[in-house]
């Protein structure tokens, strides 16, 4: 007796960006993180810019590295309760460095204050 597989295929093309900007963030070269690795710089590259697949062990060691929560990527869909603008939100988000992420925070706080101010007028 077999049990039911998901085949839904894992797109990798949003972690892919995701280790692609830690990387820069550190400042580090797709030569450097590929050395620390030991693999060779066009693994990094096709796994940053076409979201082809690592190794597992590959994976671990990128994901650990950069400190890259795969939660987000995993359950992107957020147990189908999310509506599309939220998931579209969601990937701009994750597109953002953090000096962005700094003003997307603002406004939404900035938007709290008025929602809250118009509901006490």
């Known amino acids: 007796m077999r049990m039911n597989q998901d ?14 900007r830690a990387r820069e963030e550190k400042g580090w070269t797709q030569a450097y993180v590929a050395e620390l690795v030991d693999r060779d710089s066009r693994t990094i590259m096709n796994i940053e810019n076409k979201g082809h697949y690592p190794s ?3 994976f ?14 995993i359950h992107a869909d957020g147990g189908a309760r999310s509506s599309s603008c939220r998931k579209h939100i969601d990937m701009l988000l994750n597109s953002m460095n953090k000096k962005e992420l700094v003003v997307i925070e603002a406004t939404a706080e900035g938007i709290k204050k008025v929602r809250e101010t118009e509901v006490l007028e």
Do not use: P
């Open 7 to 20: 085949e839904r295929r894992f797109d990798f093309h949003d972690l892919g960006a995701a280790l692609k």
């Open 56 to 58: 597992f062990d590959l």
């Open 60 to 73: 671990v060691k990128l994901i650990t590295m950069f400190d890259v929560s795969v939660d987000q990527f």
